[in-house]
């Protein structure tokens, strides 16, 4: 039983590595002529594989480009988890998670390319995994979100709901692909700023003036009447009316 369970295992590490090398050889000919252009010839040729042996793992170029762009952004997830310390104060998270992710992507302008424009071409798998994707990436800076508001400058953090986190993931996903259509895929770092200031802005917690309830009302004194903060000039209680000037 005991051997029989080491040459499985041993089956199973070999086709994990022949998948990787799979992967390796798409990422390869994406860079040398792009993903349209790409062949499974040309998949196999950079893998060091026969096409046998790369259909024995994926049933088509679809299905081997959809496992690496799930591959590449559990890893960019896991990277900017990383560095995203609890330890540090929150903004320097922040600035940490962007910086880590921007130039992940600007390292492998090719892939860049291919994951956030080609993606949305590639058929309706690809789409869906996108969504996916998106949606992996927006409940994972919810909890760093919820994370950083009990840590270090945390006070200044207010929540985020899953549509905010939602719409913070398409912002900066629309920040990026606007620089690689305009050519600045290997400037991405540059967005980070911006970035951090769009994440500060939606997050930060808004200053109330003294005397104001959250709904901005003025607050109710102990005889039952409002405070004149927010509620417009204050007349006292014994102050005679003014009367109405009789019309013409």
Known sequence: MGTILVLYGTKMQAEAVTKERLLAGLTAAIVE???????????????????????????????????????VADGIMRAIVEAASPALPWREQLDAATRVYLGMLESQPALARTFLLEIQAAGPKAVRLRREVHRGFAE?????????????GGAAVGPLSPAMAT??????????????????VERLSELRETAVTLVEAVLSVP????????????????????DAVGDGPHRPRDAPRRRDRPRA
Request: hydrophobic fraction near 40%; charged fraction near 30%.
């Open 33 to 71: 002529k792009g993903y349209g252009a790409t062949t499974i010839a040309d998949i196999a040729r950079h893998a060091r594989v026969s096409k046998r042996t790369l259909y024995e793992h994926f049933a088509d170029k679809e299905s081997c480009f959809l496992a690496l762009y799930r591959v």
């Open 140 to 152: 994972m800076i919810s909890a760093l979100v919820e994370r950083g508001r009990k840590g270090p």
């Open 167 to 184: 719409a913070i993931v398409g912002a900066i996903n629309e920040l990026v692909l606007l620089a690689i259509e305009e050519g600045r």
């Open 207 to 226: 200053a109330r003036a003294p005397g104001l309830t959250p709904g901005g009302r003025g607050r109710r004194s102990s005889g039952g009447r409002r």
